[in-house]
Every structure is written in C-alpha cells, then in structure tokens.
C-alpha cells in the first residue's frame, strides 16, 4: 500500500518528493496518453488514492506526510489531459501543475481542508485542473496541437 502512496517510493525522494511524485505522473501520461482507457485511469488513481492517502497518513503518523505523492501523480494525469505527448505541452503541464500545488489559489487550498485522504488527493486534483485549463489555453495559443 505504501508503494502506491509513496508514487512508487518515489515520494521518499530527499530533494523535492512532490516534484518527484509528478514526474512519476509524467512517466505514466507517457505510457496512456493516447489510451483510450486514460480517463478510467486517472479516475482510478484519483478514487483508489483517497482510501490509500488515508490509510498512509495513519501509518506515517503525519497528515499529508510528505512521502505521500499518489496525490501528485493524480495531479499530474488530470494536468496532462489531452495535452499531446511532445516536450513543450508536457513540460508546460508539469510546471504549470507544480506552480499550482505550490501556490493552491482560491478553492485548491480549501481543498486541502478535507478530511483524510480527500483532503490529501482533492487539492492535487483542483490544482490540476487549474494547470489543465492554462496548459490547454498555451497549448492552442502557441499551436503546439498534434
């Protein structure tokens, strides 16, 4: 269980292991991004991840324990959402993700107020359909479509 909330012990990272849990995120758009099973499978890190995220916290003792990055990984899929699998659309999804789960404006950060694994998972969430929006305005902006 530990292995899934840690992004694949990914969130164990000593530098950065939010940073760390997105690029984990990355490397699975890599794989999905032109699957048709793409949706069912961020739904699926998203719902699965809420009962994991909780569970994890009570074993590391610490709400949104650092080492939990299933939530990043969420992110990152919803961010990456249509963006087509070149380096600028997905560079420009991965930072622009990273800023919003930092920055958590207006609603993510109430997000974050959520109990257990909700309030782990649901601000990765928002903070990656804020990222989602501005990626796909910058995407068709600079015409980098498919």
Known sequence: MLFFATGFFSGYSPWAPGTAGSLVGVLVFCFIHDS????????????????????????????????????EVAGQLVALYLAPLALLPVACGFLLFRLFDIWKP?????????????????????????????????????????
Request: glycine share 12%; proline share 6%.
């Open 36 to 71: 048709p099973y793409y949706l069912p499978i961020t739904l699926a890190v998203i719902l699965v991840g809420i009962p994991i995220a909780g569970r994890a916290e009570r074993i590391l003792g610490q709400k949104d324990a650092k080492q939990i990055v299933i939530d």
């Open 106 to 146: 207006g609603p993510v950060g109430r997000l974050e107020k959520l109990p257990g694994g909700y309030g782990v998972m649901m601000d990765d969430v928002g903070a990656g359909i804020f990222a989602l929006v501005f990626c796909q305005i910058i995407i068709y902006s600079l015409h980098w479509v498919r």
